[in-house]
T-cell receptor
Framework: NAGVTQTPKFQVLKTGQSMTLQCAQD?????MYWYRQDPGMGLRLIYY???????DKGEVPNGYNVSRLNKREFSLRLESAAPSQTSVYFC?????????????FGPGTRLTVT | GDSVTQMEGPVTLSEEAFLTINCTYT??????LFWYVQYPGEGLQLLLK?????DKGSNKGFEATYRKETTSFHLEKGSVQVSDSAVYFC???????????FGKGTLLTVNP
């Protein structure tokens, strides 16, 4: 049982390049999330998917797109990377997304945009 | 809106010292409250949670009590170990599905 996996672990992009961060969970969870973590800012929600086939904006969605490919996979795309998107990105999942459900986190992707 | 304010670090303690990390919250509904821990180079792991007022969450010697009257969920441990060195995040579900708001994190360093 791998839990939540993310690829890649590290990535360096030049300004304007695009890339997709991959996330998969094997816990049969319905809800999935993308966060970014910046020093002194805690974690901020970028997008979430309440269930397969739905996605919604979080606190900081600008510059990102997401795809809930199936129940297991939720990808995050940067179409034209900017230095302000240098961050550590975490994917998470929860069983139902209700107020009592905890979220399970992946190990993170460290992205640097030069 | 929903928010979390937690004690800013860093916090440095000696092994076997008592730990308190303060956390207060605002929420529009009936939130659940969480403490997560992040070890260096890793993702967040759930440490403990409480889903209603006066509940006490506990795990690995850590405890936190959901206090509605003071809107607080302070993390405590009676005797910290070097292995407890990590960043601790307080989380608030805010009473709404799919929303988990985190504090900015508190870095704890425990010296032998």
């Amino acid at each position: 049982n791998a839990g939540v996996t993310q690829t890649p672990k590290f990535q360096v992009l030049k300004t304007g390049q695009s890339m997709t961060l991959q996330c998969a969970q094997d816990m049969n969870h319905n809800s999935m999330y993308w966060y970014r973590q910046d020093p002194g800012m805690g974690l901020r929600l970028i997008y979430y998917s309440a269930s397969e086939g739905t996605t919604d904006k979080g606190e900081v969605p600008n510059g990102y797109n997401v795809s809930r490919l199936n129940k297991r996979e939720f990808s995050l795309r940067l179409e034209s990377a900017a230095p302000s998107q240098t961050s550590v990105y975490f994917c998470a999942s929860s069983e139902r997304g209700t107020v009592v459900d905890e979220q399970y986190f992946g190990p993170g992707t460290r992205l640097t945009v030069t | 809106g929903d928010s979390v304010t937690q004690m800013e670090g860093p916090v440095t303690l000696s092994e076997e010292a008592f730990l308190t990390i303060n956390c207060t919250y605002t929420a529009t509904g009936y939130p659940s409250l969480f403490w997560y821990v992040q070890y260096p180079g890793e993702g967040l792991q759930l440490l403990l949670k409480a889903t209603k007022a006066d509940d006490k969450g506990s795990n690995k010697g850590f405890e936190a009590t959901y206090r509605k009257e003071t809107t607080s969920f302070h993390l405590e441990k009676g005797s910290v170990q070097v292995s407890d060195s990590a960043v601790y995040f307080c989380g608030n579900s805010g009473g709404s599905n799919y929303k988990l708001t985190f504090g900015k994190g508190t870095l704890l360093t425990v010296n032998p």
